[in-house]
Every structure is written in C-alpha cells, then in structure tokens.
C-alpha cells in the first residue's frame, strides 16, 4: 500500500466509512498505476489528483516507483 502522511491518515479517519472504503482501495491501485490521476499544474505542479466519489479527491505524488498520500479532501478544499 502507499505511504500516507499524517495529514492523510487523518483525512482517511474522518471520512464517512462508505468513502474511506473506497479511498483503500483506491490507494492499494495507485501501488500497481501510480499515474492514474491527472497531473495537476499551478502551485501543486508536480503532484496528482485522482476522483475519490464525486465530492472527494486524493492528492498524491508518484515518484521512482513510490506514492506518498499527501491529502483527501473533499474538492472545494482539495486544491487549496
């Protein structure tokens, strides 16, 4: 599975069970297609963001074969 941060492990507790489920699942992929989210530009160039539900994203970077979670947030907020 994919390193979280502390900020993401906490994003994982707080989420309803329903989403943190699939947010698993979703992280266990990203091991085997770490760019399977869209690349993101501006000031987060250099990391990804991939569609957790419609209300959620996941904000990770992939490099040299490691993903580290940095954030799930719901998308108002994900971008900030």
Same mark, same amino acid.
């Given at each position: 599975m994919a390193k979280l941060a502390r900020r993401a492990e906490k994003d994982l507790d707080r989420l309803p069970e329903a989403l943190a489920t699939?947010?698993?699942? #979703? *992280?266990?992929r990203l091991? $085997?297609?770490p760019h399977l989210g869209r690349r993101l530009a501006g000031p987060l160039q250099g990391k990804r963001a991939t569609r957790?539900?419609?209300?959620?994203? #996941? *904000?990770?970077?992939?490099? $040299?074969?490691q993903v580290i979670v940095l954030t799930i947030s719901h998308?108002?907020?994900?971008?900030?």
């Open positions: 699939k947010a698993r699942e #979703i *992280i266990r091991d $085997q297609e957790l539900g419609r209300s959620h994203r #996941i *904000i990770y970077t992939a490099s $040299q074969g998308r108002r907020d994900a971008y900030r």
